[in-house]
């Protein structure tokens, strides 16, 4: 059963306000348990933790509901003719980042974990990340989106802009992963190296598809949750 209405005023506030800290404390928590470990990322490896798309979604994440935070202050508490402008922002990072990414996460770990090829992501020899932040990381960011398209209507932009901005940032993405490995000789993902140049492109390719259809799921979850809602299927150009 969807929750009645979209979160208005205060409530809707403190909701983000609670989600936006939450994803300041997991990122801190990071940078605080590598730096308990001794550990600087940038000195580890190549790229540091940005090349991770984990920790990329979870910035991305923050950002997300750190606008969805603005919006609601503007708009319930300053009105004055730019809360459209920050409206139409968090509903396009929602609708063409924050739940296609977070998608992807929870859906290619628990794929690999089905298949028996998940592993807690090694910072050092020895040891782990913590089991709790692997799930905030990579179960925790579907969850939290999918609370927030049940509580809040966003409203999609058209398909012709959502869809080259969605797969244009999932080919820079992309792009950064093969730079990383011309220019240190490490792989982000270590099972690339098992693989084909060839089938490495063609994996990209595959993930590039399940991006572009995970966002079009989210539009069709959205629009079937507030179908009932006035003017919920009406479309920004």
């Given at each position: 059963?969807?929750?009645?209405?979209a979160?208005?005023?205060?409530g809707?506030?403190?909701?983000?306000?609670?989600?936006?800290?939450?994803?300041?404390?997991?990122?801190?928590?990071?940078?605080?348990?590598?730096?308990?470990?001794?550990?600087?990322?940038?000195?580890?490896?190549?790229?540091?933790?940005?090349?991770?798309?984990?920790?990329?979604?979870?910035?991305?994440?923050?950002?997300?509901?750190?606008?969805?935070?603005?919006?609601?202050?503007?708009?319930?508490?300053?009105?004055?003719?730019?809360?459209?402008?920050?409206?139409?922002?968090?509903?396009?990072?929602?609708?063409?980042?924050?739940?296609?990414?977070?998608?992807?996460?929870?859906?290619?770990?628990?794929?690999?974990?089905?298949?028996?090829?998940?592993?807690?992501?090694?910072?050092?020899?020895?040891?782990?990340?913590?089991?709790?932040?692997?799930?905030?990381?990579?179960t925790?960011?579907?969850?939290l989106?999918?609370?927030?398209?049940?509580?809040?209507?966003h409203?999609?932009?058209?398909?012709?802009?959502?869809?080259?901005?969605?797969?244009?940032?999932?080919?820079?993405?992309?792009?950064?992963?093969?730079?990383?490995?011309?220019?240190?000789?490490i792989?982000?993902?270590?099972?690339?190296?098992?693989?084909?140049?060839?089938?490495?492109?063609?994996?990209?390719?595959?993930?590039?598809?399940?991006?572009?259809?995970?966002?079009?799921?989210?539009?069709?979850?959205?629009?079937?949750?507030w179908?009932?809602?006035?003017g919920?299927?009406?479309?920004?150009?």
């Amino acid at each position: 059963m969807v929750w009645a209405g979209a979160p208005r005023g205060s409530g809707g506030l403190c909701l983000h306000v609670v989600m936006f800290s939450w994803y300041v404390f997991v990122l801190s928590y990071e940078t605080r348990y590598l730096t308990m470990l001794g550990l600087d990322m940038d000195n580890v490896s190549y790229g540091g933790q940005w090349k991770y798309l984990t920790y990329v979604n979870l910035v991305l994440q923050a950002v997300f509901f750190g606008v969805c935070v603005l919006a609601d202050v503007v708009v319930h508490f300053l009105p004055g003719g730019v809360e459209s402008l920050l409206v139409d922002l968090r509903d396009d990072l929602f609708s063409m980042f924050a739940f296609p990414y977070s998608a992807l996460v929870f859906s290619v770990f628990w794929t690999a974990h089905v298949a028996g090829q998940a592993q807690y992501t090694p910072l050092v020899e020895g040891e782990v990340v913590p089991p709790w932040l692997n799930q905030a990381r990579h179960t925790g960011v579907l969850l939290l989106v999918l609370v927030q398209m049940c509580v809040q209507n966003h409203v999609f932009s058209s398909r012709l802009k959502r869809v080259p901005l969605t797969v244009l940032s999932g080919v820079l993405y992309m792009a950064w992963l093969l730079w990383v490995h011309h220019a240190s000789g490490i792989w982000v993902y270590t099972f690339l190296a098992k693989l084909t140049p060839m089938s490495v492109l063609v994996l990209c390719g595959a993930c590039l598809v399940l991006l572009l259809l995970l966002q079009l799921l989210g539009e069709k979850l959205s629009g079937t949750i507030w179908a009932n809602n006035p003017g919920s299927q009406k479309k920004r150009n």
